[in-house]
C-alpha cells in the first residue's frame, strides 16, 4: 500500500501537480511556508484546502461542505457524483458522457409505472454503481467514439408477462 516517504507526516500517496508561477508569490509562499514550518508543497496544499471554503458550488454549499459527498478513490464514481450535484461545472466532453450515462438503462435501477413504462430516476440511489464501474472505460470511448459498441441493454421483462403481478 502506501509509504511512509522522507521525515514527512503522511503515508499517503499524493498526487504531483506542476504550476506556473510568479517568482513574487513564489518567493512569499516560501516565507510563508517557514512561518508555519512547513515545506512550499505543505504550504500550498494546505493554503488549497483553506481556499476550498471559499469556492462556491452554489450559493449555499462550498467545495469544502461537499467535499465527502464528492470524493471517491473510484474515478467513475467522482464523475457521477459531480455531474449529480454540481452539472454545471462540467465540461463540453464530461456533459457528453453524462448524456449518455443518464440515457443507458443498464446503469441504472428502474422501475415499471402504471402505464407499462420501464423508467429509472436520475439519482445517487437509482445507480448501479457495479456495472458503472465495470463499463467506465468502455464508457469513457464511447463518449469520444460513436463506433465504441455498449453492450446490448433490455428493459426487464414486465412482471405481468413473467406472472408476478395477475390483472
Known sequence: MATKKGGGAKTTRSETVTVRIEPKLRYLAEIAARTQRRTLSGFIEWAVEDSL????????????????????????????????????????????????????????????????????????????????????????AKAQDESVQLPEWEPPVHPSIAGEIPF
Open 53 to 140: 471554503k471559499n469556492a462556491w458550488l452554489d450559493a449555499n454549499t462550498s467545495v469544502a461542505n461537499w467535499a465527502e459527498t464528492l470524493w471517491d478513490v473510484d474515478e467513475a464514481d467522482r464523475f457521477v457524483k459531480l455531474a449529480l450535484y454540481a452539472p454545471s461545472l462540467l465540461n463540453y466532453d464530461e456533459q457528453r458522457l453524462w448524456k449518455l450515462i443518464r440515457e443507458y438503462g443498464l446503469l441504472w435501477k428502474g422501475y415499471w409505472t402504471l402505464g407499462a413504462e420501464y423508467k429509472w430516476e436520475i439519482s445517487e440511489d437509482s445507480v448501479d454503481w457495479t456495472k458503472l464501474r465495470e463499463l467506465w472505460p468502455l464508457l469513457v
